[in-house]
């Protein structure tokens, strides 16, 4: 079957990280007698120097029309300078928004082979860390109304103030809940839904909207956690984590530390979904301006990034166990990229260690 994957290789080390995840779907084609098309788009700061806007129509035409989406990275200090709206980052949220990708889906696991890599103590990080970040992804405060109002050199003083709005409602947040629910049915069947509703009236409504939606999923159980206490138990006991519930910004901050707690920021992926099958795949890392195209890169979280596209866009479930597989027994014979090498590690660069992965997948039984 032919599926056709818009790519958007980015900046900073994402063009490198894509070529690796290339690779592996070739390997994956070939191995199991499928045909991946590519079609190379561009966004954020590569589409800002070439078109002068970060998101240029025809990137977001061409995601409609394709089957999935695979992502590297955008922004880089050279953007920095840019208003707002025309920053690399603003073609990452306008892609989201255009392919109405409400529902971020980040897990964090701390793979057997990497166990040494996590900063916790060996008594925390030995129970083990499997957690899924449900993030909500085009609502909250990253979509609200802002403003800044300039009221500098007035007579009184600098009375410049600028605002940011988080607002949701009902729908919006059953709909990211229902994901929620339905990827604990097939997991630990244990929700932890984190707000701020000892403060926030958008918490308190999130809150009772994923209560009242448990009754029709009667054997999830579902914990609400402030989000300091979270940030707090993450690093204290990150084991009580199965499914975790939040808002865009509770999920843009927890995401980084449950995988910074993995200790491995450069091997986690990510799927960011909608009412549909087309999905966009990204690594939560960043583009790494300081190590760009130097092969140094880790391409680990965006080729399990792949992995996650064969099995929730395509239902390509046998095709996603096989990549995982593949990145597991390269980084079990200690085979590592910079960022998560070990004593004894034999340390490759970033096409190299998607060559391997990509082998191991042709040798696989
Ligand atoms: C992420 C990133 C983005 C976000 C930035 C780059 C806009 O941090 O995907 O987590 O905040 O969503
Ligand atoms: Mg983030």
């Given amino acids: 079957m032919e599926y056709k994957i818009a790519v958007i290789d980015g900046d900073g080390i994402g063009p490198e990280v894509c070529a690796a995840a290339l690779q592996v779907f070739d390997a994956v084609g070939k191995k199991y007698r499928h045909d991946f098309r590519f079609e190379h788009v561009l966004m954020g700061g590569a589409a800002i120097d070439k078109t002068g806007v970060p998101l240029p129509k025809t990137t977001v035409d061409i995601c409609k029309k394709s089957n999935s989406v695979l992502l590297g990275a955008v922004g880089g200090p050279k953007w920095d300078g840019l208003p707002g709206h025309l920053r690399p980052e603003a073609g990452l949220l306008g ?203 880790n391409p680990v979280a965006t080729i399990l990034s792949a992995a996650m596209m064969l099995g929730m866009s395509f239902g390509l479930d046998r095709e996603s166990a096989a990549v995982e597989a593949a990145v597991n027994s390269v980084l079990e014979k200690n085979i590592r990229t910079a960022d998560i090498k070990e004593a004894g590690s034999t340390v490759v660069g970033c096409k190299e260690m998607g060559t391997l992965i990509a082998e191991e997948i042709l040798k696989a039984h």
């Fill in 95 to 297: 892609i989201r928004k255009a392919l109405n990708l409400y529902a971020n889906i980040r897990p964090a696991v701390l793979l057997n082979a990497l166990k040494k890599t996590c900063p916790l103590r060996a008594d925390i990080r030995d129970n083990g860390i499997n957690i899924i970040v449900v993030r909500e992804l085009t609502g909250g405060i990253y979509f609200g109304k802002r403003k800044t109002v300039d009221k500098s050199g007035g007579a009184d003083g600098d009375k410049t103030y600028a605002y940011d709005t988080e607002k949701y409602s009902v729908d919006e947040i059953k709909r990211i809940a229902v994901k929620a629910y339905e990827i604990a049915s097939k997991r630990q069947k244990k929700i932890i839904s984190v707000d701020k509703a000892n403060v926030l009236d958008s918490s308190r409504l999130w809150r009772k909207t994923v209560h009242e939606l448990n009754a029709e999923y009667p054997d999830i159980e579902v914990v609400d956690m402030l989000v300091d206490n979270a940030a707090m138990q993450l690093v204290k006991n990150p084991s009580q984590f199965d499914v975790v519930l939040t808002s865009n910004m509770f999920g843009d901050i927890l995401s980084d530390e449950a995988a910074m707690i993995t200790g491995s920021i450069g091997i986690l992926a990510s799927a960011s979904l909608g009412g549909g099958n087309l999905g966009l795949y990204e690594p939560i890392h960043g583009s790494a301006p300081d190590i760009a195209g130097q092969d140094k890169a």
